[in-house]
C-alpha cells in the first residue's frame, strides 16, 4: 500500500483529503504544520508528499527545502495545496523542486488524478532500465501523449547484417539508435587491433547516446552481433526530447552512470580475475542480459565475440569452455554453449 503525507494546517481541508485518500486505498499520514510533516517525512518515508504553503512554524517552502536536503525524501514527488495561483508563487515552488500545484478549492477527481499521475511517474522513474515499456509508459504520464511512438514510428528502419559495422570510433554522432530486432555491442580497439567489448545491447535499447550527451565524437565502435534492425532517431529530436522532459534527460543521465560503473567492474575484472573467472563473467554477462525469461540459457556467439567480451585470447578461450564443459557447468553443441549450472559458474573463486 503507498503511503501519502498530507500537511495541511486547515483541519476541514486535512481531514476531507486523508477520507478522500484512504477510500482510495492509501495509507495516509497527516500534519497540522510543515515543522510536524518534516518529522513525519523523515520517520515514514512516504511516497508522496501533499503540502499547503501558508502555514505556522514552518511554511511549505520551508517544507520542500528541507525535505530536498534529505537523502531519503530527496526524489519524492511533492506536490503544493494552495489557493495563490499567482504565476510568481508556482515559478518559486517549481525551483525549489516542486512536482505539481492543486488549487484550493479542488474536486475529489483532481486530487485523485494528481496524486495517481506522480505517484506512476514515480514508480516509472525507479525502473533500472529504459527499455521500451518503461520508456513508453514514462512519456505518456508525462505528457498524456505517445511520444515513443512518436519519436520512433514512421523512422528510417536500418538494417545490418552479422558483424557490420554500425557507427565507427571518431565519428561524430547525428542520431540516436533503437533497437527493434537483433543484437549489438560496442567495443574499443588499440594499436595493435586488439579488441576489448564496452557493451552489449539488445532489443528495446538505446545505443549511441552516450556520443550525443556528452557532445564528442564516438569514444568507440559498434556492431551487429546478428542480423538486427535500427530505427534511426535525428539528433534534433533525440535533443528536443530531452530538453522539454526533466524525466527523461533523469532516465539517459542514470543509463550513463550505470555504463560508467560497468565499464568501472570491467576494468577490475580485466586487472584482477583469473581466466577462468572472466570466461565465466562473460558467459553469465550474456545470460543476463539476452536470457529474457528463458528456463534454458543457450549462447549461440562466435568465439571472436565471447573472446572479446571475456578480455582473453581466443585459444585460452577454447581452452577454458572445454574445460566448463568437462565440469559439467555447460553444454557445447554445434558451437552452440548451453549454460547448464548459472549458480557454480557466477561464484566461481579467483
Known amino acids: 500500500m503507498e503511503k501519502v503525507l498530507i500537511i495541511e494546517d486547515n483541519e476541514s481541508i486535512r ?19 510543515g515543522k510536524v510533516g518534516v518529522e513525519i517525512a523523515l520517520r515514514e518515508n512516504p511516497d508522496l508528499i501533499l503540502c499547503d504553503i501558508t502555514m505556522p512554524v514552518l ?58 499521475c506522480r505517484l506512476e511517474k514515480a514508480r516509472l522513474l525507479k525502473e533500472e532500465f529504459m527499455g521500451l515499456n518503461g520508456f513508453h509508459s514514462l512519456m505518456k504520464v508525462h505528457t498524456g ?81 546478428e542480423e538486427t534492425e535500427l530505427a534511426i532517431i535525428p539528433r534534433a529530436d533525440f535533443e528536443e526530447l530531452l530538453d522539454s522532459s526533466h524525466e527523461v534527460s533523469r532516465k539517459f543521465i542514470q543509463l550513463l552512470a550505470k555504463n560508467v560503473s560497468e565499464h568501472e567492474d ?36 562466435t568465439r571472436d565475440n565471447l573472446a572479446t567480451i571475456a578480455g582473453t585470447a581466443i585459444e585460452s578461450l577454447i581452452r577454458t569452455l572445454g574445460d566448463f564443459k568437462h565440469e559439467k557447468l555447460i553444454d557445447i553443441k554445434d558451437g552452440v554453449i548451453t549454460i547448464l549450472n548459472k549458480k557454480r559458474l557466477q561464484n566461481l573463486l579467483n
Do not use: W
Open 15 to 33: 481531514e476531507n483529503t486523508l477520507e478522500i485518500l484512504e477510500l482510495a486505498n492509501y495509507k495516509v499520514f497527516a500534519a497540522e504544520n
Open 59 to 116: 511554511d511549505g517552502y520551508g517544507v520542500l527545502h528541507m525535505l530536498r536536503k534529505n537523502h531519503p525524501t530527496k526524489n519524492t514527488p511533492f506536490i503544493f495545496l494552495t489557493a495563490r495561483a499567482e504565476k510568481e508563487d508556482f515559478r518559486k515552488g517549481m525551483e525549489l523542486g516542486a512536482d505539481d500545484y492543486i488549487t484550493k478549492p479542488f474536486n475529489e477527481s483532481d486530487l485523485l488524478k494528481s496524486v495517481e
Open 145 to 225: 501523449k505517445d511520444l515513443l511512438n512518436e519519436l520512433v514510428t514512421g523512422r528510417n528502419v536500418n538494417k545490418y547484417r552479422k558483424k557490420q559495422v554500425i557507427f565507427s570510433e571518431g565519428n561524430r554522432p547525428t542520431c540516436l539508435f533503437y533497437i527493434l530486432k537483433g543484437k549489438a555491442k560496442t567495443y574499443k580497439t588499440n594499436d595493435f587491433g586488439k579488441e576489448l567489448v564496452t557493451g552489449l545491447y539488445g532489443e528495446n535499447e538505446f545505443l549511441g547516446y552516450i556520443g550525443l550527451l556528452q557532445n564528442t565524437n564516438y569514444q568507440q565502435s559498434a556492431v551487429a552481433m
Open 266 to 301: 570491467k576494468l577490475l575484472s580485466l586487472a584482477y580475475n583469473s581466466l577462468r573467472k572472466k570466461v565465466a563473467d562473460a558467459l553469465i554477462s550474456l545470460c543476463d542480459k539476452y536470457q529474457n525469461g528463458e528456463e534454458k540459457f543457450e549462447i549461440n556467439i
